[in-house]
């Protein structure tokens, strides 16, 4: 089976969906084979959004990303990836709302930040991103 990380970010945390988005994680066929909640700060949060560190909107994003903790899965599931992306639906949660109703980001997000999940959007980041936060500590 694959591998995805999936992440509820902290609006999800704080608005309380945690519950309902591992319900419907559950109920579309995933295993949730890893779970950690973990506080981000400043530097992981670049890290992991290393990506955009040149966009305008990035030190937005690591405001938003550290404001709160986050819960982070390894979600298990035939073509895990791209299924996961399907299931929460498109970045701005506030045109999900209207083209994705049944999206998780259309019941949990607000706009085009708060978006409350995150998924890997390909296998390579998948990897790189389960890494990046369930690296096992090397045993001395
Ligand atoms: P994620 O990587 O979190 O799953 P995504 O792949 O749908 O989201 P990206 O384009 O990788 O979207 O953007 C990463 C995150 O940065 C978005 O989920 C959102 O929280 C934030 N973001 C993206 N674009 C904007 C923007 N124009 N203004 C504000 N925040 C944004």
Redesign the pocket.
Known sequence: KERTLGMIKPDGISGNYTDRIKQVILESGFEISKEMVIQLDEENAAEF?AE?SSRS?FT??IR?MTSGPVLVMVLEKEDAVARWRDLIGP?DAGKAKISHPHSIRAMCGVD??K?CV??S?SHQSAKREIAFFFKEAPSD
Do not use: A, K, R
């Open positions: 959004y955009h909107f937005n994003l938003y970045t085009l930040e978006n995150h998924g959007d």
